[in-house]
């Protein structure tokens, strides 16, 4: 129940201008609805940053696009 997003669209928002300059680029957004699991793998992994949005709305049309190419 989690997606894991390479260089995620959503941090183009204007919401997410700060949060955008506090990630290391290229960036890595696992998306969860689940709150418990984020908690749980926050405590696991370095370099953690939490949020919540809603989506999709007009600044984040699709939560799970990426900027990422293809190659």
Do not use: H
Not at 16 to 38: D, R
Request: glycine share 2%.
């Amino acid at each position: 129940d989690f997606w894991l997003v390479e260089q995620p669209a959503f941090l183009e928002a204007p919401q997410f201008t700060e949060l955008k300059a506090k990630c290391p680029q290229p960036s890595v957004a696992i998306i969860s609805t689940n709150p418990q699991f984020i908690t749980w793998l926050k405590l696991r992994l370095e370099y953690v940053i939490t949020g919540e949005f809603q989506a999709p709305s007009e600044a984040i049309p699709d939560a799970l696009a990426s900027l990422a190419t293809v190659s």
